[in-house]
């Protein structure tokens, strides 16, 4: 005997990409949501300051904040008018599971035996250089290089 459960979710509130009674699958497709919501123009945005400090690079305005780990290469800190939207960084982890084809194949089949000849259990992080440039008041890019 098969059951079946039908999920729908409907908005409460209207917000820029969707009506309040939206459901999902919703109505709209990309476009439509894009289309829906107006960008600013860079020129219209506040203007950003950068402290280039000895071990981090912060990067606000009135209402942001972003803090980049020189050491580290990454977010330390991200808030958006006071509120923190992070809790530490995003860094590279390409960890796998063992799965069972890793004891049903042999020798050099094996994956897992082959990841860590490989080295990758093992990666370690190490950034070269943190720059950064601010082509206009309202644009901060930050490049890191990886070694």
């Known amino acids: 005997m098969d059951h079946w459960l039908k999920l729908s979710f409907t908005l409460a509130q209207a917000t820029l990409w969707a009506d309040a009674d939206m459901r999902s699958p919703g109505r709209s497709s990309i476009a439509d949501i894009l289309a829906a919501v107006s960008l600013p123009l860079v020129a219209d945005m506040a203007a950003l300051q950068v402290v280039d400090a000895a071990d981090e690079l912060r990067v606000s305005s009135a209402i942001e904040d972003v ?21 530490r960084g995003p860094r590279l982890s390409i960890w796998r599971a063992p799965t069972d084809n890793d004891n049903t194949a042999s020798g050099h ?26 082509p206009c008041p309202q644009v901060v890019r930050v490049v890191r290089a990886l070694g």
């Open 109 to 134: 089949q094996k994956a897992a035996i082959r990841w860590r000849d490989a080295g990758l259990d093992r990666l370690a992080h190490h950034v070269q250089q943190l720059e950064w440039r601010q």
């Open 67 to 87: 803090v980049f780990s020189k050491g580290m290469g990454t977010l330390t800190r991200l808030q958006y008018g006071g509120a923190p939207l992070l809790q």
